[in-house]
Every structure is written in C-alpha cells, then in structure tokens.
C-alpha cells in the first residue's frame, strides 16, 4: 500500500466521546506494531542531502565507490552496506546518470530475494508473519493494465542495462511482474516529520493491514521505522479488524474509490465511501441565506432548512468558482502561489460553504504558501480556518491536524503571541502523542522545547 499523505478520518465528534469497549486490551495511542524495512530506497532527490540509511537529512558523504549514494557517518555506511555492496557496482556502472526511484527499488528486491530475502519474515504478532511471497502481486490486474504494462517495460530496459555483465540476473517478465505487482499495491511512502515523503519502502508484516477512509490506527516513521499506533480502543489485537488510510481523504468518495483502484486494485466499501452525504457534504455551496448558512446542493431550488430560493445566478457562480478552483489548485500540484490561492478564496466567498471540500484544498495551498514566503498574519489565518475541515475530513486523530496545531502554535510564538500559541501546542501533543507517541523524535525535538517556550513566555 503505497501512503501518500497519511490520513486519518473519523465521524465528527466521535472522537472525544468515550469508547464503547468495556475493557479494551488495546488503548488508543497505543503501539501496536514496529518494524524495519524489507527493502527501502531514499528518493534520488534528496540524495546528496539526506543519508541513504537512516534517511536523516544532515552533511552527507559520497559512497567513493559508485558517488550516487551518501551517508551522515562510518556507522550508517557499514550498516548499509549488507544491502548495498550488491547494487553498488551497478549503480557505478551508470553514473552520473540517475535511476529512476522504482527502478532502483526493484534492483534492490531483486538482489535481496537472490541473497535469502525469500525465507526472512515480518511479525505482526509473536507468532503471525508474512513473507515476501505472501505479498498480494495483483498479478491478473497489472496484466491487463497498459499503463503499468508501459512502465514495467522501461523498468526492464534499466535494469537490463544496470545488470548487464554481472552474476545477477534480470528475472523473466512474468517473475518481474509479480515483484513489480507486490511493490506498487504494498509499497509505503516513508514520510519525514513534516509529512513529506522521501523514500519507499516495503514492510513485509504490517503489509497485513487493509484500508479504510475511517481508519483505527495509523502509520508514522522514524528514520525508515514504521510505527503503528491505534487510533481508537480496541477490544483486542486483531489485524482483520485492524485499518489505516492508504490515500489521501481530503477527496470525494468517487475520487478516493478512483485511487484506490486504479494503485490498489479495490474497490472501498467504507462506510464513509457508501454513505451519499460524504459527497454532498464535500460539494456543498452555502446557502444564500446568511442566517442560515448551511450547505446546500446547488442543482435544488431551495433550502432544505430555510426554503430560500436557489438562483440561476448563484448556481452559475458556484459552477464557474468549482472550475477555476480546481484549474488552479492542480496547476500549483508543485508550488502554491499566494496570490493565485487568495482569487480563489475571494470568489469562494459566499459561494462554496466552509467545508467544501474544494475550500478546505485552497485553504491548504494558502497556508503552505504564506508559510513560504514568511507572511506569518495570512498564515494565521488560513491556518486556523483550515481546522474544522482538517477535524471533518482527516479526523481528529490525524498527524496532519497535529501538525497544523504545531505549526500554528509555532507561528504564534514568533509572532510573540504566546498565550494563543499555548492551546494548540497542547492540542497538538494531544494528537501527536496518540499516532506518534511520546518517544517520538517529532515530539522530543520540535514539540517539547515549543511547549516550554509557550509556557514559559504565557505567564
Ligand atoms: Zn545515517
Ligand atoms: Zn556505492
Ligand atoms: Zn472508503
Ligand atoms: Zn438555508
């Protein structure tokens, strides 16, 4: 399962009420599962800024051999090198060209399961485990689909070029496939603290974990660890009623379905998935009646709630301000532009409810853009309207949300506001304490030392 942004959701509200199990064995915020890669491979981006071990982005040294990999230290490298001494030689052979992410993973699965990879297990209790070869491959799917059929064959050519002269054999088509198969539909994106991704990795025992759009745990990482946390009480450890999110939930049910099947293979009945007020809710104009203020469907010709009239003209604004929101947000996938997402929220205005879904996706691509360009009041701003869409749609235990309360909390202590900055440093390490845990890197190292600032500079 291939994680883009992590993503939790849970119906509004549900999460503070107590938990309906009686004697839960497990706890919500509980650790439920760590476990080290089977195969990882940093993203080749980041690789003259990041070690190509613990993933640690810090001053790096070339590998002197192939000059494509680095390392922070000696330890990094020779731990490293049990992995990496099968590649090397490959990698050299094709420098200074750089290899495409996949296929450099590929190259890594296939060296491990030729030096006893097959037979090495991942637990996900003390006596359940998986192997490579219990993996699901989707084997059928990926045959009949030409877009991935495309790009394993470019992947064959690369490594038939990297591997050519060497003991190491490129596997026949049908053997490529089935790892292929097993890497897209199980592979994670590892993500750093802030949530960007910056490596791929399979884990062989949580590969056990389904998806749901309302999950129960969630998967965070430290380093190339991967952490499970629960979510919710659980009544006890049991992995078939055990979910998190592969994909990301701020998206229409038609759109999660869509992603899920088009890399998974799936189709998701999750009761948010089937529930049609998911979408009318995420498609919602606002009433034109301001003392009402609720979320409509635009197509009708009143108010459910207050029997305002739907006009043509509204309809149209809302029809043209759908349009250009969405021409915009996906013309800035890469970078946000501060103005260009302000237009947009000026003709939101009065037109798209609050927790559009379309709203909610400009409010984020406006934070992140302030943040860049250091305009610390806008970012306030959006920073904090962008809440209940975040709670709505990632759910209230979610790492994003944690992290939005970080980063607002943060802001407002540069901005020397620290008595706002207080509640949502706590806020966050309500959340962050929960899907991360409070070992956590994130937590000892960027939120504790804000939280003693915060406190100290509030009274
Ligand atoms: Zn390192
Ligand atoms: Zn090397
Ligand atoms: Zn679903
Ligand atoms: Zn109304």
Known sequence: MEMRKSSIAKANGASKSKSNIPNPQIKRGQRILT??????????????ERCDNCLEATKVLKCSNCRYVSYCNRACQSQAWAQHKHECPFLKKVHPRIVPDAARMLCRLILRLEHGGDLIRGYYTEHGSRKFRDLMSHYAEIKNDPMRLEHLDSLHAVLTDMMAESPSTVPNKTELMSIYGRLITNGFNVLDAEMNSIATAIYLGVSITDHSCQPNAVATFEGNELHIHAIEDMECLDWSKIFISYIDLLNTPEERRLDLKEHYYFLCCCSKCIDPQETKEMMAALCPNRNCGIGINPERTNCKRCDTGISPKLRNAYNSVMAFTRTNLEAMKDVAYLDVCKVCLNKQTGVLH?????????????????????????????GQRLLPGYRKYHGAWNPLLGLLHMKLGKIQLHEQRAKEALPHLEDALRILTVTHGRDHRLLAEQLYPLLIQARHEAN
């Open 35 to 48: 476990e080290k890669p089977f195969a990882f491979v940093l993203k080749s981006k980041y690789r003259l």
């Open 354 to 382: 609050p927790l559009n879904v379309w709203h909610v996706k400009t409010l984020d691509a406006a934070f992140e853009a302030a943040i860049d360009v250091g305009k610390w009041t806008d970012a306030l701003d959006y």
